[in-house]
């Protein structure tokens, strides 16, 4: 079946550093992929996809690559913000069928 | 565009009554809603999908006769818990799908406690 891995957390930067979640994934074919972000006492918010390989989804300065080659789709952003604090969830699905979520990854960013 | 909303958005009931989720659909028409569960400090375990007029699929390993999903109307699914038990606290997402968009837009959650 379908499945995704995600770096484990917590994760806790200091505020401006580089973050990187790692993010791997199996499946049969090709999935379109997902970063979720959710914010404490919130539900999910969708902060980027790609629906093929070599996409590159980009929002709020958050950037992720499909790499069919190596299956990763890694969440990465330049320099963070308190604001960034949340937990970022990967994703994949096949056209209209449900998604699959990792784990999650609870980011924390220090002042 | 693309709001979910839930009410309430959180609830405590006491052992052994049937408490009820509503996830609406604000802006769009959602022929399919999906039920998720998130335990704390865990991933969204997908419960149900629900496509409007139809009955709901349930995953493997969840109880249907004891969270009943009815998609009434093009916006507006429910989720009851029945005969709820201190194991069902947890909080409960709806996602929201509209005919030919296969991105899912989540509602805020309910935060369900049972005592």
């Known amino acids: 079946g379908n499945s995704v891995t995600q770096m484990e957390g917590p994760v806790t930067l200091s505020e401006e550093a580089f973050l990187t979640i790692n993010c791997t994934y199996t499946a049969t074919g090709y999935p379109s992929l997902f970063w979720y972000v959710q914010y404490p006492g919130e539900g999910l918010q969708l902060l980027l996809k790609a629906t093929k390989a070599d996409d590159k989804g980009s929002n709020k300065g958050f950037e992720a690559t499909y790499r069919k080659e190596t299956t990763s789709f890694h969440l990465e952003k330049g320099s963070v913000q308190v604001s960034d604090s949340a937990v970022y969830f990967c994703a994949l699905n096949f056209g209209n069928e449900k998604l699959t979520f990792g784990t999650g990854t609870r980011l924390t960013i220090i002042p | 565009g693309a709001v979910v909303s839930q009410h309430p958005s959180w609830v405590i009931c006491k052992s052994g009554t049937s408490v009820k989720i509503e996830c609406r659909s604000l802006?769009?028409?959602?022929?399919?809603m999906f039920w998720y569960r998130q335990f704390p400090k865990q991933s969204l375990m997908l419960m149900a999908t629900s496509n409007e007029g139809s009955k709901a699929t349930y995953e493997q390993g969840v109880e249907k006769d004891k969270f009943l999903i009815n998609h009434a109307s093009l916006t507006l699914s429910t989720l009851t818990v029945t005969s709820a038990h201190p194991e069902d606290s947890s909080f409960y997402i709806c996602s929201a799908r509209t005919g030919g968009v296969y991105e899912q837009y989540f509602g805020p959650g309910t935060r369900l406690t049972v005592t």
């Open positions: 802006d769009f028409q959602a022929t399919t």
